[in-house]
């Protein structure tokens, strides 16, 4: 399934770009130089990736077309599936600051709760309905259901979801600040850690029982 963007839809996306790109603050430091495609390969360890040798860099370098088709949603038990568009996959966002991702919903599908540590997040929705939602430092819920060719901003490192609330199946782009702004999903991160946090703590977090908590590792692995 290929997205269209017919409509309004590109106008809503070069917004999306253009607030990121002319914003002040930046997740990413800026680049001293006019690219830095990553060279995937090194072995050297740098905050990023290491600049591949400009002799060796393609047009191929800067495109990326994985955001064409839609994503699996069935390959997780959620009904959500995710296309990252991240330095990792699009090798010529190295140092660039930027970044994005699609997301395809099944009808009831969920993007379980989660944060980036290192991005604000900027959502345009292409196709159906998606409730998107984020909690603030002050444990305030801020909640939206957003239409297409409308947007929803994910200020850095707060915990947030989405669901698709629609009849049918959604899609929605989105973009970071970020080459890779990290994703830390909560509860395999509390739940699944290797090794594990004692059973003692999170029984004590969330007010359970130790022997709940213990049961909910074992669906994680943990």
Known sequence: MAVSFTGTSPIY???SLTLFFLSPCHSDPDSLQDFCVADLGSKLQVNGYPCKPA????????FFGGLAKAA???????????????VMSFPGLNTLGLSMNRVDYA??????????PRATELVLVLKGRVLIAFVSTSNVLYSKVVKPGEIFVIPTGL????????????????VFNSQNGGA???SPALFGSKPSIPSEILARAFRIDEKLVNDIKSKFGG
Do not use: C, M, W
């Open 107 to 116: 009808p009831g599908g969920v993007v379980i709760p989660h944060t980036h």
């Open 159 to 174: 915990i947030h979801y989405q669901r698709n609330v629609g009849k049918g199946k959604a899609t929605a782009v989105a």
């Open 13 to 15: 996306l070069i917004l």
């Open 55 to 62: 002799s060796a860099v393609t047009a191929e370098d800067f």
């Open 72 to 86: 699996n949603t069935s390959s997780t038990p959620f009904g959500a599936g995710v296309i990252f568009g991240t």
């Open 184 to 186: 830390a999903l909560l």
